[in-house]
């Protein structure tokens, strides 16, 4: 398969549905696509420009400045304290290398590539562009011998399901015995809600707790768009395997696949500072709290979304009913059956529209209900 072979890009098929929702009186609430409205923080905007005289070639493996802040942002914020520079390497965004990293490790056909059964479409466009086949199953005891790379991510898109401790060890295990890379998605680490994650950090798969000591074949993949609002900066890295790492590296290199100077600059300024990354998620509560009751208020269960950017929702019907009915309200909401067949009935709302914007499709939902 080519990238001449992948379907539409199916948020084209939202494009009616927008315009629809566009006609209410009081205007669009756009609770579709998970994209940062807010301010990028002032810190790193500082940092970006401070950084603006880039006249030489950025590095690809990274700044020691940015290398040295991703392993520090992971013993800090992770519970991984046993990283080197030469476990980290920046990307250009996550997406990129969540679509690329099949074929940056060889993979072809008759090599199998595992994702979640509910996903970001972009796991099994990946695998079918280096011409692998993808498969959609979430139990570690399900995953076939010929898996050579396994995509689980942690919390989940649009679903927020956030593996345990117990959970991801099962995971490697399993990983070990098929030989297999165990590559974790883990971009909304710092947006925990409900049960455990009210209180513990979400655990990465990289965790000593996990791991067992060795790293090898394991991969953590992170990104500052949504703990930074830094959508536009793209702005990522990847973690793990000092061996992938490298190889991914030399790749990266004959393909110039390096982020600008500028944005290395303000990566690690961003890496450094909790206190607007601790501001922003007490927005996302602030929105959560809003809409939650308000969906369920309007006969909607919610299901997940113990962490993450988005309520995972269903009234029990097909999906695109619920689209029109919300479309009808005024509010855009992303279709389940983007994220695999298991979505028929699900909806993801997203918390990144603005908070009175959110407040007002709360009003709307809950006078839907009476």
């Known amino acids: 398969m080519s990238v001449r072979d992948l379907a539409d890009y199916p948020w084209d098929a939202v494009v009616p549905f927008r315009e629809r929702a566009a006609q209410h009186p009081d205007g669009l609430v756009d609770l579709s696509i998970g994209s940062p409205v807010d301010p ?22 990274g700044t020691p400045a940015v290398r040295e802040a991703i392993v520090d942002w992971y013993a800090r914020r992770r519970g991984v304290t046993d990283l080197s520079v030469d476990n980290v390497l920046p990307t250009i965004g996550s ?14 056909e008759g090599d199998i590539v595992v994702h979640p059964r509910v996903a970001y479409p972009t796991y099994e466009v990946g695998a079918r562009t280096a011409g692998a086949t993808p498969l959609a199953a979430d139990d570690p005891a ?26 991801l060890s099962a995971a490697v295990r399993r990983a070990r015995e098929l030989g297999a890379v165990l590559a974790s998605d883990e971009c909304y680490a710092e947006l925990g ?9 979400v655990p990465s798969v990289l965790d000593p707790r996990v791991t067992g000591g060795s790293r090898a074949n394991l991969l953590s993949v992170y990104s500052l768009s949504k703990q930074s609002n830094l959508a536009g900066y793209r702005a990522a890295f990847v973690a793990g395997c000092a061996r992938i790492v490298g190889e991914l590296l030399t790749a990266r290199k004959h393909l110039g696949l390096m982020p600008p100077a500028p ?12 206190e607007h990354v601790a501001a922003q998620k007490a927005l996302y509560r602030e929105r959560r709290d809003l809409l939650r009751p308000a969906v369920e208020a309007a006969g909607f269960r919610i299901d997940g979304s113990e962490a993450g950017l988005y309520l995972w ?8 009913d619920s689209i029109a009915r919300l479309a009808d309200l005024g509010i855009l909401a992303g279709p389940g059956p983007f994220y695999g067949s298991d979505s028929a009935e699900h909806i993801r709302l997203s918390l990144t529209a603005p908070t009175e914007r959110v407040a007002d499709a709360a009003r709307r939902l809950r006078e839907s209900a009476l």
Not at 98 to 108: E, K, R, Y
Not at 313 to 320: H, L, N, P, S, Y
């Open 40 to 61: 990028t923080p002032d810190v790193i905007r500082r940092a970006l420009t401070e950084a603006t005289d880039a006249h030489a070639y950025p590095q690809t493996v």
């Open 95 to 108: 997406k990129e290398l969540v679509a690329l990293l099949p074929a940056l490790l060889g993979l072809g």
């Open 142 to 167: 399900s995953w076939p011998e010929g898996t050579k790379l396994i995509w689980i991510n942690t919390p989940g898109n649009p679903d927020g399901r956030t593996w345990t401790v117990d959970e």
């Open 193 to 201: 809600w409900d049960g455990p994650w009210a209180s513990e950090p």
């Open 263 to 274: 944005i290395q600059h303000a990566m690690a300024v961003a890496l450094g500072d909790d």
């Open 313 to 320: 929702a269903t009234e029990g019907r097909d999906a695109w």
